[in-house]
């Protein structure tokens, strides 16, 4: 039985990438001087003016915040202090938060622009008076600024109604506070630098970008206003740890663990993290190091491993392991997938095509689990196709045709072919994906085709065709480079 498609790709389907990179902003960082005069007494005099009729000085969030960017070009300070004043407004006016900002004491905000540090200071005299967040821009995007401005603000007003709050619980709500609907590139710097080690905790140090994604899940799923009335109806109150929003949330029908696992899976799933301490080989597979256990309250585990070869790799996760989630790298930059694991489920996830599968294992609402449960690791020699034979072909006026067969499959729900062109101009043009669905097992084998009508006679292209199992999951099966006839 042989499946084919004819396809002819339009151009406005394909997206354009160019191999020039961008910088990678690193992650900030932070200091807090409040109620001290060490800060405030340096920055005053450049603050104190808040003329908005100079282009030094501008007035924005309805006179509650004037920014000073000395030595920015005015449409640059222009720009940032646009992106500040939308995001301030975002954070605070649609939550009804009490601010100690106005007209008259507004807050002030220094934004400096000097390479190789990456500092986010913020201060203030005894009684947050005369606030000051101080910030250099040099290496970051103005949405990303002004998102660690928004985090620095956010201080003060929290601060302001719970002063006697852990610091840790103040930055996570602070950081939740500011967090932008996409990860900034500094994030993703903090997530590298942070999130790479094996044991984890939201309680622990470095773990704010964590703790932040866990609050503002549940703050999407429960509704405008729950941070701020979390906030003024329990840790001001004395519930000053992070527990105050899982509690809440579970109040109003929501799910603490739930939220937990989505901001971890959004977070790991959306980078690529890796540290040499939380690596695994095959032989440390082999020998049960994958420790499904439940970590404890509001930790996880983190480990990862670089398959090798082809075929795959069979986990069972054991009767008493905890919830937890695989995250699939690929290679070519393709996006990464995040494949839910639950006890007593048996998993196969391909090796070709992969460049490292991370694990990530939750803690439940109690403590950690008294003994290890080691996960099951078996090396599968062929999954998800076995006898794979492959050919691509090209004839004058009729594009590009692949051909290929399997003798067997398991798990495969269909196939995903690629296609990439390289430009006379350097550009690296990718078409938007086709798929094509399995064929049901047959005694001789599966045979596929698909046909390239659009290809440009002359033009050089590439064909990644990849296997898609049942869960989702990518195995690379052949890669065709041709010049179209």
């Given amino acids: 039985m042989r499946f084919g498609i004819v396809k002819r790709w339009p151009v406005w389907a394909a997206c354009v990438l160019w ?47 004037v920014v000073r960017a000395p030595g920015l070009d005015p449409a640059d300070a222009a720009a940032f202090a646009a992106e500040l004043d939308a ?8 939550g009804d938060w009490k601010v100690p900002f106005t007209a008259a004491e507004p807050l002030r905000v220094l934004a400096a622009s000097a390479p ?4 986010s200071d913020v201060f203030s005299l005894a009684g947050d008076r005369d606030g000051v967040v101080a910030l250099n821009l040099a290496g970051h995007s103005f949405a990303d600024a002004a998102a660690e401005a928004v985090r620095g603000a956010a201080v003060f007003v929290l601060r302001g109604l719970a002063p006697a709050t852990p610091s840790g619980v103040v930055s996570a709500a602070a950081r939740a ?7 900034s590139e500094s994030d993703r710097e903090e997530l590298r630098e942070n999130g790479a080690a094996p044991e984890h905790s939201l309680d622990a140090p470095g773990s704010e970008l964590f703790a932040a994604e866990w609050i503002r899940e549940m703050a999407a799923a429960a509704g405008p206003g729950f941070l701020r009335n979390v906030w003024t109806g329990r840790v001001a109150r004395g ?38 301490s939380a690596k695994l080989t095959e032989s440390d597979l082999a020998a049960g190091a994958l420790n499904a256990a439940a970590p404890g309250a509001r930790a996880w585990r983190f480990f990862a491993a670089s398959p090798a070869g082809s075929g795959g790799w069979s986990v069972a996760w054991p009767d008493d392991g905890a919830r937890a989630f695989a995250v699939v790298h690929y290679e070519d930059g393709l996006p990464s997938d995040v494949i839910p694991v639950s006890a007593g489920e048996r998993k196969v996830l391909p090796a070709s095509g992969v460049t490292r599968i991370d694990w990530v294992v939750l803690g439940g609402e109690h403590g950690p689990a008294p003994l290890a449960a080691p996960a099951a690791v078996v090396h599968e020699a062929e999954f998800p196709v076995a006898g794979l034979s492959a050919e691509a ?28 062109e390289v430009t006379e101009d350097g550009r690296i043009v990718r078409a938007e994906p086709e798929s094509l669905p399995a064929q049901a097992e047959a005694r001789d084998g599966a045979s596929y085709d698909f046909v390239d009508t659009s290809a440009v006679a002359g033009h050089y292209y590439r064909y990644d065709v990849w296997a898609v199992t049942a869960d989702g999951v990518l195995s690379r099966a052949f890669r065709a480079t041709l010049r179209a006839r």
């Fill in 19 to 65: 191999a020039a990179g961008s910088a990678q902003a690193a992650p900030w960082r932070r200091a807090e001087f409040l109620g001290s005069s060490v800060g405030v007494n340096v920055f005053r005099p450049d603050l104190r003016s808040t003329d908005a009729g100079s282009p030094e000085n501008l007035a924005i969030w309805d006179g509650r915040a």
């Fill in 87 to 94: 995001r301030l407004r975002a954070a605070f006016d649609p």
């Fill in 116 to 119: 190789g540090l990456d500092f």
């Fill in 177 to 183: 506070l500011s967090l932008g609907a996409d990860l």
């Fill in 239 to 276: 519930e000053s740890s992070l527990s105050a929003f899982g509690t809440a949330f579970r109040e109003l029908g929501g799910s603490p663990g739930d939220a937990f696992y989505r901001s971890l899976a959004r977070l790991y799933g959306a980078e690529d993290v890796f540290g040499d």
């Fill in 393 to 420: 072909r090209t004839a004058a006026g009729e594009g590009v045709a692949l051909s290929w067969t399997t003798a067997s499959h398991r798990d495969l729900s269909g196939w995903a072919i690629l296609r990439s």
